[in-house]
């Protein structure tokens, strides 16, 4: 059984469609890239998956379990974890403070500690940077805090909206050795990246979404090495 399924989902803004009824798996453990142009419909499928919108049609599932009416703050605590284009750090707060707020659906301090920990263990600045205002970060500095406060509430699954964007490539090869480490230890990962090379570099399987439909899916190795794929995405 998948970890999240969609099945047939259409979402409208208004009149227009934006999600023209897809359906697509990933499975406990992989690392599924969702790739495509821009306005392709990327970011408002991870929304609809989180519960930040409605879909006028069609089903959502994570862990066996019918999560297409249920809000945000629930799927949360059901075990998935979303990293949001554009960092979304709270600039006023600390990075402490930025992490303590990934852990508000745990009760359990000790559970909460051990979670810090990984998290500093992970990435190293922000335990130095911890008392430091999130809005003085640099944009690499925000994405990692961004992904540890998803982290500390120990999801089954993390989306990832566009991890690399803005971002150096040095600091862009950095995001993604932590996201296949997340994925190592024993996260799923579903990917939404411009960068395709690099999605599909660190990827088990992928999907490529086309004006809200998904036109081609496959082992993210072979799509690489498709011709239409290299010249419409890998700029090849």
Known sequence: MAMLE???VEVYY?????????????????????????????????HTITGLLSPKAGSIFFDGQDITKTPAHKIVSLGMAHVPEGRRVFSQMTVYQNL????????????????????????????ERKNQ???TLSGGE??????????MSHPKIILMDEPSMGLSPILVNEIFDIIRSVNEAGTTVLLV?????????IAD???VLETGKIVTSGDA??????????????GE
């Not at 303590?100 to 335990?127: N, Q, W």
């Not at 190795?221 to 890998?234: C, G, V």
């Open 205 to 207: 399987r992928a999907y």
């Open 100 to 127: 303590k707020m990934g852990a508000y659906t745990r009760s359990d301090k000790s559970e909460i500690d051990a979670a810090l920990e990984m998290v500093y263990k992970r990435f190293p600045r922000l335990e």
């Open 6 to 8: 969609l099945k047939d």
């Open 193 to 201: 990246e411009q960068n395709a090379k690099k999605a599909l570099d």
């Open 14 to 46: 208004g009149m227009i469609q934006a999600i023209k009824g897809i359906s697509f798996e990933v499975n406990e453990g992989e690392v599924i890239a969702l790739i495509g142009a821009n306005g392709a419909g990327k970011t408002t499928t991870l």
């Open 142 to 151: 925000q994405q990692m805090l961004a992904m540890g406060r998803a982290l």
């Open 133 to 135: 205002l999130a809005g």
């Open 221 to 234: 190795k072979e799509l690489m090495n498709d011709d239409a794929i290299k010249k419409a995405y890998l």
